[in-house]
């Protein structure tokens, strides 16, 4: 089977993910779909590690798993504190911040 | 010869510690004010004499002290010292000043006895004798002008000394104004000597020019010298074309007038120009200026005497009008110099008598300065009556008053100075004469002789005796001034090693024609002016004028000229620039602040705070980064 498939693959996921973190308001789908985004860059690394054989893509892999735990927890802190506050979780009601 | 004396800055530091004490202690100084006051210029004219006396015991080539007291400016080749400079000249400058300075102080006393401000008034007296022994004690021309400013500053708080009182403001703003204007030329002469000459004292400068014959500076330069020289004396001495401010002076208190505006300070423009007498000699350009100038102011000052109805300002255009004659003298060259500097000592003597008369006169009037109000004072104030007349006597030069003696020596300076501009020069002085006496005789017919006519409650009574004395003291001076100076003391002589020695000259007719011809000028005016107002009644009011005594009662129109062509159009000078300063300037300034403010305004409204709208920025920023990774490559 023809790595290529693996890309094709992980790009499919990307722009799922993208278009999901643009579209939806619910704040847990957009992490959800950041996280989509993180993983199918991480096929990509892994599927070109081993069509160049070598595992510098694999070790980058691991380095975006943990960076992406660290900002779940981060992110999911603050998702609780905004829905305590507002009793929401929607993005568009997080819009104090602007002009 | 040239001798160090360590006492002289003594002469400017004690009136200053005076004016500084009265000054700043305030109120506590309130009771013994005006006896420190007194006593520091009395103190300044002891040690005057003393100084002078040891002056005049040297022989006469080596009669300079002077006082270098610290060296106030050293870079490169310039050195300005604070040095103080006793010599002939400046000696009987100092011994006028110290000494009118101090029977004035002794007068205010008692003409200031029932105003708050007495002690202030003594402080101001104070810095102003300081200031002006600054002027005639300095040893180079930057101390010299700060003497120059410091009489202004001085002059500026004594006439608006009542500063309560509008008028007295503005007359100070406009004589510190109008002086400022003479200021400049005598600033801008000190930077045209630093610019030729590396020097500014009077010794460097003074051979720096040389003298006739024997001068390596261009005639263009010296010449400029001569006339901004002149402009800085026209200021200060109240000469044609700034002559405006000496008859609004006369709103401070009385003795100020008799002090500073009749005796000293306005006669420094004439110690200027005899100071830099090895300029002039220079310049015969500059020097005809110098007398034009004086002819015509001795005219002007003349002829307005003639109209007006204010007592003390009679006798401010009569100062003018004398310090023309002053100025006449020093123009005409070295025939004229000492001539000039003794007419201004002999007149510091009795205008000084003659304005402490008027005051007395206006305290015995409820301060009322109107002569048409005046009348048969003779008999309540026979002394006030008598000194006034002894100083009437001198200022219209009858002989053997001392006005005699002085102005017919300025008259035959004119004539031996010969040619046509001579003629000219003593035709106008001898007419001055005529116009002299007669403004003067209507002055003290209107106030001593003829009916009362005095306002509803004034019972006039003569001065106390504190501001009687000092008086009878001046008219002494204005009895025998005159002839003391020139026929005994020989003041001419006593200049000599700092003004020159004038050439023998005879004048174009002989001195006893002269001498006769000014007699007949004076029993001319003064016959005049018994017809016009000793023999009829004087109304109250001013009668209706014609076209020649209206334009005489309005001072020539000087007022309205300065009005017309110098103060309306500067108004609408600054009015304009302020209209371009609001408009273009700031509209400029304001335009772009708003510019930006508004822009950024319209630009902040992307800010929307949707946190969707940021990513799909972030996204399309890296879609359009990849794109043209992506076209580089391809290409």
Redesign the interface.
């Known amino acids: 089977m023809s790595p290529t498939a693996y890309l094709y693959l992980a790009a499919i996921l990307f722009s799922i993910g ?1 278009v999901g ?3 939806r ?1 619910n704040a847990i789908v957009v992490f959800m779909c950041v996280e989509l985004m993180l993983n199918s860059v991480n096929l990509t690394l892994v599927t070109f590690s081993r069509i160049n054989g070598t595992l510098d893509g694999q070790i980058y892999a691991f380095f975006v798993m943990v960076v992406a735990a660290a900002e779940v927890v981060v992110g999911l802190a603050i998702l609780m504190t905004v829905y305590r506050t507002r009793r929401s979780a929607s ?2 009601d ?6 | 010869m040239v001798t160090t004396s360590p006492l002289l800055w003594l002469l400017v530091g004690l009136p200053l510690l005076g004016s500084a004490i009265l000054l700043l202690a305030g109120r506590r100084a309130d009771a013994w004010g005006h006896w420190l006051g007194t006593g520091a210029a009395a103190a300044s004219f002891v040690l005057g004499v003393a100084q002078v006396m040891s002056l005049a015991s040297k022989p006469a080539d080596s009669r300079t002290f002077i006082d270098n007291v610290y060296n106030l400016v050293s870079v490169g080749s310039l050195h300005v010292d604070v040095a103080f400079r006793l010599d002939q000249l400046s000696a009987v400058f100092v011994l006028l000043i110290t000494g009118v300075g101090s029977l004035i102080h002794v007068y205010s006393i008692g003409y200031m006895a029932h105003d708050p401000g007495r002690r202030r008034f003594f402080g101001y007296l104070n810095l102003f004798v300081a200031a002006m022994l600054v002027l005639v004690l300095a040893d180079n021309y930057v101390l010299l002008y700060v003497g120059w400013e410091g009489v202004g500053l001085a002059s500026y708080l004594l006439i608006g000394y009542w500063y309560h009182k509008p008028t007295a403001a503005t007359a100070a703003k406009k004589a510190f104004i109008m002086n400022r204007v003479g200021d400049v030329g005598l600033a801008l002469a000190i930077f045209l000597m630093f610019q030729q000459f590396g020097k500014v004292d009077f010794t460097g400068v003074f051979s720096a020019v040389g003298v006739p014959g024997a001068s390596n500076v261009a005639h263009g330069v010296v010449t400029a010298l001569g006339l901004l020289l002149l402009l800085g004396a026209c200021g200060k001495s109240a000469q044609l074309p700034l002559q405006a401010w000496l008859a609004d002076a006369m709103e401070g208190p009385t003795p100020v007038s008799a002090l500073i505006h009749a005796a000293t300070m306005v006669t420094a423009g004439v110690y200027l120009v005899a100071r830099s007498n090895p300029i002039f000699n220079l310049s015969e350009g500059a020097r005809m200026v110098v007398a034009i100038v004086g002819a015509a102011t001795l005219l002007y000052g003349a002829i307005i005497g003639t109209a007006y109805d204010d007592i003390k300002k009679v006798l401010a255009s009569s100062t003018m009008s004398q310090i023309g004659y002053m100025m006449l003298g020093v123009g005409l060259g070295p025939v004229g110099y000492a001539f000039g500097i003794i007419h201004l000592l002999a007149h510091g003597f009795f205008k000084a008598g003659l304005f402490l008369g008027a005051g007395s006169v206006m305290h015995a009037m409820n301060d009322d300065v109107d002569m048409r109000r005046y009348g048969a004072l003779r008999k309540v104030m026979p002394w006030t009556f008598g000194t006034f007349a002894l100083g009437y006597l001198a200022l219209i030069g009858v002989p053997p008053f001392s006005g005699f003696f002085t102005k017919d020596k300025i008259i035959e300076a004119a004539f031996v100075k010969g040619g046509t501009s001579g003629v000219i020069f003593g035709v106008i002085a001898l007419f001055g004469v005529v116009l002299t006496a007669f403004y003067m005789t209507r002055l003290m017919l209107m106030t001593f002789f003829g009916e009362k006519r005095w306002a509803d409650g004034v019972h006039p009574h003569e001065a106390p005796t504190v501001m009687v004395w000092p008086k009878v003291v001046l008219a002494f001076g204005s009895v025998a001034g005159g002839f003391l100076l020139i026929h005994v003391i020989h003041v001419q002589t006593w200049l000599e090693p700092v003004l020159g020695t004038p050439a023998e000259g005879k004048p174009v007719l002989s001195t006893i024609v002269l001498t006769v011809i000014g007699l007949l000028a004076i029993a001319g005016g003064a016959g005049a002016a018994y017809m016009l107002f000793g023999r009829r009644a004087i109304p109250v009011t001013a009668p209706a004028a014609g076209v020649l005594v209206g334009a005489t009662r309005q001072q020539l129109y000087a007022d309205s000229f300065n009005e017309g062509v110098f103060m309306r159009p500067g108004q609408y000078l600054t009015r304009a620039l302020v209209y371009a300063d609001n408009r273009g300037i700031d509209g400029g300034v304001n335009g772009i602040a708003a510019f930006f403010g508004g822009t950024s305004g319209r630009l902040r409204r992307l800010q929307t705070g949707f946190v969707r709208s940021y990513a799909l920025s972030v996204f399309a920023g890296a879609v359009v980064i990849t794109a043209a990774l992506l076209l580089v490559r391809v290409a």
């Open positions: 993208s973190v643009l579209v308001r993005v568009d997080a819009n104090l911040l602007k002009y």
